[in-house]
């Protein structure tokens, strides 16, 4: 049940815009972004919740569809330091719960000047 | 606030040996993740623990493997005979009741 992202890896230039998704073939919770740069850990985002409302981090939102079961990461404007892998993890528990995220492969951004 | 605390940093061992990776979760944090990441495979769960109690575990690939929580604020990972197979990024993340996790640094198992 571990979810989709799409793409695998984009490039992009400085000031462009890309959008990654994530899918789940499960009924979710919620969805947790995280961006992992190369040699250190994975660095929370943001939080979607079911029912709740688009969310943003500086120039990056999300937006989680219930009906697609599916959540898209938005990165207007790119920076440099927007480089990284970012990674979804899904929540299938409801109710505020400690359960744990199964996370998806990652998708690898790369932001040239 | 200090964050997830891992450690070591790094580890290098020889097959056969006995490695223990160690964590401090966020203080007030009652849940606790271990993770495993390769290239190959991702970040995978390997168990999580709830209130110091092991809550899932069917992501430990097999018996050489065992984690032990024993206090709110310590958790270790043991490989034990360690495989050049196991060789990978180790990390611990801990939560409270918002789901978010926070992962601490990592610990880099080299096995030889």
């Known amino acids: 049940q571990q979810p989709v992202q799409s793409p695998q890896a984009v490039i992009l230039r400085e000031g462009e815009d890309a959008v990654i998704n994530c899918s789940s073939s499960k009924a979710l919770y919620s969805v947790h972004w995280y961006r992992q740069k190369h040699g250190e850990a994975p660095v929370f985002l943001m939080i979607?919740?079911?029912?709740?409302e688009q969310m943003r981090h500086e120039k990056i939102s999300a937006s989680f569809n219930e009906k697609k079961q599916q959540s898209s990461l938005y990165l207007t404007a790119s920076q440099l330091s927007y480089s990284g892998t970012y990674f979804c993890?899904?929540?299938?528990?409801?109710?505020?719960?400690?359960?744990?995220?199964?996370f998806g492969k990652g998708t690898k951004l790369s932001v040239k000047p | 606030d200090a964050g997830v605390i891992q450690s070591p940093r790094h580890e290098v061992t020889e097959m056969g040996q006995e490695v223990t990776l160690r964590c401090k979760p966020i203080?007030?944090?009652?849940?606790l993740f271990w993770y495993r990441q390769t290239m190959m495979r991702g970040l995978e769960l390997l168990i999580y623990?709830?209130?110091?109690?092991?809550?899932?575990d069917s992501g430990m690939p097999e018996d050489r493997f065992s984690a032990k929580m024993p206090n709110a604020s310590f958790s270790t990972l043991k490989i034990q005979p360690s495989e050049p197979r196991d060789s990978a990024v180790y990390f611990c993340?801990?939560?409270?009741?918002?789901?978010?996790?926070?992962f601490g640094p990592g610990t880099r198992l080299t096995v030889l």
């Open positions: 979607l919740l079911k029912g709740g």
């Open positions: 623990f709830n209130n110091n109690v092991p809550i899932d």
């Open positions: 203080s007030g944090h009652n849940s």
């Open positions: 993340a801990s939560n409270s009741s918002t789901d978010t996790q926070y």
């Open positions: 993890g899904t929540g299938t528990k409801y109710g505020g719960s400690q359960g744990n995220l199964i």
